[in-house]
T-cell receptor, first 115, second 113 residues
Framework: EPEVTQTPSHQVTQMGQEVILRCVPI?????FYWYRQILGQKVEFLVS????????KSEIFDDQFSVERPDGSNFTLKIRSTKLEDSAMYFC?????????????FGDGTRLSIL | AQSVTQLGSHVSVSEGALVLLRCNYS??????LFWYVQYPNQGLQLLLK??????LVKGINGFEAEFKKSETSFHLTKPSAHMSDAAEYFC???????????FGQGTRLTINP
């Protein structure tokens, strides 16, 4: 069964540094998402992306965050200047269509640790 | 605002016993509802979903859930727990026409031998 893959599985970064989290969505999917889960808290929506542009974003997704689909397969999340509170598990997801009968398929996540 | 509440952050049952994980949603219109499972060091795997039609939905691994509009609930059940069911379970909702999943806080299921 096709999978969403995320790399790296664990990223350790110094505060203030830039970090890029990478995702390869399922190949025929058109909608892409990033979520995060701070330890002990709920999984929270960050951003959705369709047709090469952001279609929805949460309050969390401020100017420090950006997403990009640099080629036909990768979908990246960049945090420009990391803060301690950015430490979390970041999940990428993709779906064929928006919500509804085509559920979002999740990757295994990248654990981001900010020192 | 839409929200999802899972009653009980930790549920413990004996192997072979009934599993019941509770989920309630708050929304002005009935959302689409999902249960995801997360095994240790893995991502979120879809167990089952409710969109329209039959309110009792069956998923993988013997799980099922029933949508009850009058109770704004979507509880997850399994008649007989297996050791392999030990995991974290997340209820999630999406409003028709929206894109983002709204998650509950998760319930960690422990199975006792």
């Amino acid at each position: 069964e096709p999978e969403v893959t995320q790399t790296p599985s664990h990223q350790v970064t110094q505060m203030g540094q830039e970090v890029i989290l990478r995702c390869v969505p399922i190949s025929n999917h058109l909608y892409f998402y990033w979520y995060r889960q701070i330890l002990g808290q709920k999984v929270e929506f960050l951003v959705s992306f369709y047709n090469n542009e952001i279609s929805e974003k949460s309050e969390i997704f401020d100017d420090q965050f950006s997403v990009e689909r640099p080629d036909g397969s990768n979908f990246t999340l960049k945090i420009r200047s990391t803060k301690l509170e950015d430490s979390a598990m970041y999940f990428c997801a993709s779906s064929e269509e928006q919500g509804l009968n085509q559920p979002q398929h999740f990757g295994d996540g990248t654990r981001l640790s900010i020192l | 605002a839409q929200s999802v509440t899972q009653l009980g952050s930790h549920v413990s049952v004996s192997e072979g016993a009934l599993v019941l994980l509770r989920c309630n949603y708050s929304s002005s219109v009935p959302p689409y509802l999902f249960w995801y499972v997360q095994y240790p060091n893995q991502g979120l795997q879809l167990l089952l979903k409710y969109t329209t039609g039959a309110t009792l939905v069956k998923g993988i691994n013997g799980f099922e859930a029933e949508f009850k509009k009058s109770e704004t609930s979507f509880h997850l059940t399994k008649p007989s727990a297996h050791m392999s069911d030990a995991a974290e379970y997340f209820c999630a909702a999406i409003i028709q026409g929206a894109q983002k999943l709204v998650f509950g806080q998760g319930t960690r299921l422990t199975i006792n031998p």
